[in-house]
């Protein structure tokens, strides 16, 4: 059941819906899933569309509801995300058709051999396309974070400072290294975030931006093995090279410690029913394919 808060925010989106605001027969059950926002599907006859009630610690987390909804407007042009009927600025809430025969992918078919490439292919045409405003800074953002955590005693998992030293590294490394062009990334590149219907959509451009391609391959890099590293830049490059084999081990980390910082902000302002430290833990698992 939706909060009244919830469903004054639900009642408001579904106005700005055509299919939803003529229907007499409009229903709401909440989804699972989503680690900052609460979403909902919403049905009007054979009308269907994701409700998001966007998150309050979007400012917190350093998400960009503006330029959000300008990448959207941009890969939804280009098939490559379901049609956002609604984004309301500025605070994000949005209504999405939604995709029935579509599933979110599991972390083994996110790691299979036939999905790698089908998943490389996708963010080939995501970094095609058009420069947007604004640009996305793994390293800012867990320098900031950390801070923020440190001035609170915000307890951190053991395992957290050799990862940190490993994005010290790796900072260094990319200072020292010709820099990339920045072109239009997920950043987020989750495998939830991954539906397939036959084709693969890619959802959820909160963090959307300017960056340096290998940092959305450093997203699925992290779970793979080398072999399904090696995989991934096949597929995306059309072959593999020392290069790109250490641009992609250096931002691995990156990513890694990214999503394991973010998980620890939350502790202290995201959704009350989950546990973002054992999240941050899990996330901590992936470290061994570090090595």
């Known amino acids: 059941m939706a909060t009244l808060r919830d469903d004054a925010i639900i009642q408001n989106v579904a106005v700005r819906v055509p299919e939803l605001a003529h229907g007499s027969d409009l229903s709401v059950r909440r989804l699972t899933g989503g680690l900052t926002n609460r979403n909902y599907l919403a049905g009007a006859g054979v009308s269907q569309y994701v409700i998001r009630v966007a998150g309050e610690n979007g400012p917190l987390l350093g998400i960009d509801r503006a330029r959000e909804k300008d990448v959207i407007g941009i890969v939804e042009a280009a098939g490559i995300m379901p049609r956002v009927a609604a984004f309301i600025l500025p605070d994000g809430h949005s209504a999405t058709r939604f995709v ?13 051999p036939s999905m790698v490439p089908r998943i490389a292919a996708t963010l080939r045409d995501v970094h095609s396309l058009s420069h947007v ?65 036959g084709s693969l959509w890619l959802i959820d451009w909160e963090y959307a931006g300017m960056n340096d391609p290998m940092y959305d391959l450093a997203g699925i890099g992290y779970t793979l093995d080398a072999a399904g590293r090696d995989l991934l830049l096949e597929a995306y490059f059309g072959s593999v090279t020392s290069e790109h084999q250490n641009a992609l081990e250096v931002l691995i980390p990156v990513y890694l410690c990214w999503n394991v910082v973010w998980s620890l902000v939350q502790i202290d302002g995201g959704l009350s029913w989950f546990d973002y430290f054992s999240y941050s833990e899990k996330l901590l698992d992936w470290m061994p394919a570090l090595d």
């Not at 029935?100 to 299979?112: G, K």
């Not at 239009?184 to 397939?196: A, E, G, R, S």
Request: glycine share 2%; hydrophobic share 35%; aromatic share 8%.
């Open 100 to 112: 029935a025969e579509a599933h979110a992918l599991s972390i083994d078919e996110f790691t299979s």
């Open 133 to 197: 405003e604004g640009v996305f800074d793994p390293f800012a953002d867990i320098e900031r974070w950390m801070n923020l955590l440190t001035s609170k005693g915000t307890p951190l998992p053991s395992r957290l400072e050799p990862l940190l030293e490993l994005v010290a590294s790796s900072k260094v490394l990319r200072s020292q290294q010709p820099e990339q062009e920045k072109v239009l990334c997920h950043n987020d590149p989750y495998h939830l975030n991954f539906l397939d219907d």
